[in-house]
């Protein structure tokens, strides 16, 4: 029973493609959606320079995302599972740039085109804080290191 949180997770982030990405803008914070995908433990986001979150991101690279079971009607939308991440975020170097975009878009296949645009960058949200919630009275935070386990990447 202890870790089917990780399953959970697995199973979130196998079926949810996009997360709410919150950004520190000049007023306050400010919320926009982006498709991501996950790649050595690290989430990727293909963002536009010309967006407000992109500039947010260069003025302070804290950022937060939530990524949520979608709702149906079934369910109370008080016990969807999901997940809040938040991380510092950095454009991926060119070393590692082919790499990235394959994995992203191994996840994303219709942003392939989005790749030609010279506005658009991968960038790789380095995860620092977890935490999980699961449905009613299943929530916990989960270790830098337990998020790292999920994907197979060893201790720093």
């Keep these: 029973m202890a870790n089917d949180w990780q399953q959970a997770v697995r199973e979130l982030l196998e079926t949810s493609r996009i997360a709410f990405l919150s950004t520190i803008g000049g007023n306050g914070p400010e919320t926009s959606m982006a498709p991501y995908a996950v790649w050595q433990g ?45 991380g510092i975020a950095s454009i991926v170097d060119e070393q590692r740039l082919a790499e990235g975009r394959s994995a992203y878009l191994q996840r994303i296949s219709d942003a392939e085109a989005l790749f030609s645009f010279p506005d658009f960058r991968l960038f790789r949200v ?16 989960i270790p830098r ?7 197979g990447v060893p201790g720093n």
């Design 42 to 86: 690290d989430v990727l986001l293909h963002l536009s320079r010309l967006a407000r979150h992109t500039a947010n991101i260069a003025r302070d690279p804290r950022i937060g995302l939530m990524i949520c079971t979608p709702e149906t009607m079934a369910e109370s939308p008080l016990a969807l599972p999901r997940i809040s991440l938040s």
């Design 126 to 141: 380095d995860i620092q804080h977890i935490h999980w919630v699961g449905g009613f009275g299943m929530a916990r935070s």
């Design 145 to 151: 290191q337990g998020w790292r386990d999920l994907f």
